[in-house]
C-alpha cells in the first residue's frame, strides 16, 4: 500500500484533473532534486498506471 501524500494539494488537484480527462494528456513533473516528484506521481497513480522509474547514476547516454 502506498504512502500517503501529505500536502500537495494544487499538485492533487491537477494530477486529478488531468487523470480525468477526455483527451489524451502527457505530464510533466519538474522539480529541484529530492522534492518527491517521483514519490508524488508513484503514490498518486499507484491504482491507474504501472510506474516504474529506472537509471543509473551519473551514466552517459551511451550507457
Do not use: W, Y
Not at 500537495?8 to 488537484?13: A, F, L, P, T
Amino acid at each position: 500500500m502506498p504512502d500517503a501524500i501529505f500536502g500537495r494539494e494544487v499538485e492533487q488537484k491537477i494530477l486529478k484533473e488531468l487523470l480525468h480527462s477526455s483527451e489524451a494528456e502527457l505530464i510533466l513533473i519538474l522539480g529541484r532534486q529530492r522534492v518527491g516528484k517521483t514519490f508524488l506521481a508513484r503514490n498518486f497513480f499507484h491504482k491507474q498506471l504501472v510506474f516504474k522509474c529506472t537509471g543509473i547514476h551519473d551514466a552517459g547516454l551511451s550507457k
